[in-house]
């Protein structure tokens, strides 16, 4: 069974922060682009970060770049989205995902049906 299972969410106040990891299982994920998404309460589905397989490129939401860092163990099949001055903004279930590499598509995308494989999510609150 392929699997991604988030972790790391939980409570923060604002200012703090939280390192979020997602572990794969039933299929090695190293070639693929990793990326987080996150849906607030009536809110879309909202592109976070991603990280090419080699690390060599990475991409960030507007509202979260210069405090979130996304990054990759391809030998743990994990990624990871380090949140650091956490706004209560940030408030939401916050979504694991995996693009398969293909010569045809581009290697990062914001749009989720660019990527095949989904955690379940963990629930980050920020309180203010």
């Known amino acids: 069974q392929v699997q991604l299972v988030e972790s790391g969410g939980g409570l923060v106040q604002a200012g703090g922060s939280l390192r979020l990891s997602c572990a794969a299982a039933?299929?090695?994920?190293?070639?693929?682009?990793m990326a987080w998404f996150r849906q607030a309460p009536g809110k879309e589905r909202e592109f976070v970060a991603a990280i090419t397989r080699s690390g060599a490129m990475t991409y960030y939401e507007d509202s979260v770049k210069g405090r979130f860092t996304i990054s990759r163990d391809n030998a743990k099949n994990t990624s990871y989205l380090q949140m650091n001055d956490l706004k209560p903004d940030d408030t939401a279930v916050y979504y694991c995902a995996a693009r398969p590499p293909g010569n045809t598509r581009t290697l990062i995308t914001t749009n989720p049906s660019g990527y095949d494989y989904w955690g379940q999510g963990t629930q980050v609150t920020v309180s203010s």
């Open positions: 039933g299929r090695t994920f190293s070639s693929d682009t």
